[in-house]
């Protein structure tokens, strides 16, 4: 294996992925010092803690003008997915158009007739402040949701608009579902999201029990997150969702594997993919690559050359509800599903599938999204990687927000 390397940025890492490292539950831990393991662990008790907070909070004052226009779900990075969660949770039947917004402010046409939701882990990005300030002079309705004691809550008890605070204890990435589920409760509250308590309880569970069948301490062969991410190890990740479900996922994966494991990834829907994108496996990352591959070698051992190849992890859904209660059948989504492992076999590239289980929406999203989140982590640790500190993002927050002279 190649030695420890220092990048210009000063972090250290190995080249090539050491599985030894992620045999050793110590040193998993001491490379770890932020604590993203446990971080992502705790899933299942952000679901809980989250859900008690917002039950807390009367959401009344969102329903008392009727259905809204439209819902703006103003954030960046893992706060701007919860927008996405939303729209997957309340279905294609919504009557409602969801709006996801990353950037700052709100879209020219929000007004009275719209409902503005903030979500910021820290509860001081200026996305989300500055979507808060612009439904408040807009006269939307508002709701906001991040870091108790923050500039957010502050700029929402002025706008005397209802607050959901969630403890920050982890990077925003590590706390999804801390912000989502109050995200989800502002939908439910407006009528446009169905959040039954059982729904909520049951994806605590199964988000437990993938902590638990992930857990450092369980060994690369039974562990799905250890064994996907030494799959994707030293190639370059394409991640495809087969519907509007997995896609979001496929998205969190993509997300995950770059900020964690530093790795270059491709992610977006199936559908899409079929019309451009799946020509990737023909490519000289793909199908031509995998040719000069030596038949007779390992194939788990990519050691036969240098050749960086794609890996192609492909989510799969299958649906909950009844043909004609979804835009596109779930049959077409399950053919092209097929279709593509079918492709990906011929042209020798490796695939992953993760298939969704349980009983609600939301379940079914979060039984797609905690392996894939182990397995980022991992990645980063068996490149000796720590998947907390990302100098680049500090220095990206650094130079493109500069303090005032004199500060």
């Known amino acids: 294996?190649?030695?420890?390397?220092?990048?210009?940025?000063?972090?250290?890492?190995?080249?090539?992925?050491?599985?030894s490292l992620l045999n050793d539950e110590k040193s998993m831990f001491d490379n770890d010092p932020g604590g993203m393991l446990r971080a992502t662990a705790s899933a299942g008790a952000q679901v809980r803690e989250a859900a008690a907070l917002a039950a807390e909070v009367d959401l009344s004052m969102l329903a008392d003008e009727g259905r809204p226009r439209a819902v703006v779900v103003a954030g960046i990075g893992t706060a701007g997915l919860t927008g996405s969660i939303l729209s997957t949770v309340a279905g294609p039947r919504c009557p409602v158009p969801i709006i996801g917004h990353r950037s700052a402010g709100v879209p020219g046409w929000v007004g009275a007739a719209d409902v503005v939701i903030a979500v910021s882990a820290s509860g001081r990005s200026p996305e989300a402040i500055a979507a808060a300030e612009a439904a408040a002079r807009r006269g939307a309705r508002l709701v906001a949701i991040g870091n108790p004691g923050s500039e957010l809550e502050a700029l929402a008890e002025r706008a005397r608009a209802p607050f959901i605070g969630v403890p920050r204890r982890a990077p925003a990435r590590a706390t999804l579902w801390g912000l989502t589920i109050p995200v989800l409760f502002a939908g439910r509250a407006l009528g446009i999201a169905k959040l039954a308590e059982a729904d909520v309880a049951e994806t605590a569970t199964r988000l437990d029990a993938d902590a638990e069948r992930c857990r450092p301490g369980a060994d690369s062969f039974v562990n799905p997150a250890k064994e996907l991410a030494l799959g994707l190890a030293g190639s370059v990740p394409?991640?495809?969702?087969?519907?509007?479900?997995?896609?979001?996922?496929?998205?969190?994966?993509?997300?995950?594997?770059?900020?964690?494991?530093?790795?270059?990834?491709?992610?977006?829907?199936?559908?899409?993919?079929?019309?451009?994108?799946?020509?990737?496996?023909?490519?000289?990352?793909?199908?031509?690559?995998?040719?000069?591959?030596?038949?007779?070698?390992?194939?788990?051992?990519?050691?036969?050359?240098?050749?960086?190849?794609?890996?192609?992890?492909?989510?799969?859904?299958?649906?909950?509800?009844?043909?004609?209660?979804?835009?596109?059948?779930?049959?077409?989504?399950?053919?092209?599903?097929?279709?593509?492992?079918?492709?990906?076999?011929?042209?020798?590239?490796?695939?992953?599938?993760?298939?969704?289980?349980g009983g609600s929406s939301l379940e079914r999203l979060a039984s797609l999204v905690a392996v894939p989140d182990f397995a980022s982590l991992y990645l980063a640790l068996a490149h000796g990687l720590d998947p907390m500190a990302v100098p680049a993002i500090s220095e990206m927050k650094e130079l493109s927000n500069p303090l005032p002279d004199g500060i």
Do not use: K
Not at 1 to 19: C, I, L, T, W
């Open 238 to 357: 394409i991640v495809w969702g087969s519907s509007p479900l997995a896609t979001v996922a496929a998205r969190r994966f993509a997300d995950t594997l770059a900020a964690n494991a530093r790795y270059p990834v491709m992610a977006g829907a199936l559908g899409e993919a079929g019309r451009g994108r799946v020509g990737l496996l023909d490519g000289v990352f793909g199908g031509l690559a995998e040719t000069s591959r030596d038949i007779f070698a390992d194939p788990d051992d990519d050691t036969d050359n240098d050749l960086t190849r794609l890996r192609l992890v492909v989510f799969r859904d299958g649906g909950l509800n009844p043909e004609d209660d979804a835009d596109e059948p779930v049959a077409v989504e399950e053919r092209r599903a097929d279709a593509i492992q079918t492709l990906a076999d011929r042209r020798g590239v490796r695939c992953d599938v993760l298939t969704a289980e």
């Open 1 to 19: 294996m190649a030695g420890p390397m220092s990048g210009s940025s000063g972090v250290n890492g190995h080249r090539v992925a050491d599985e």
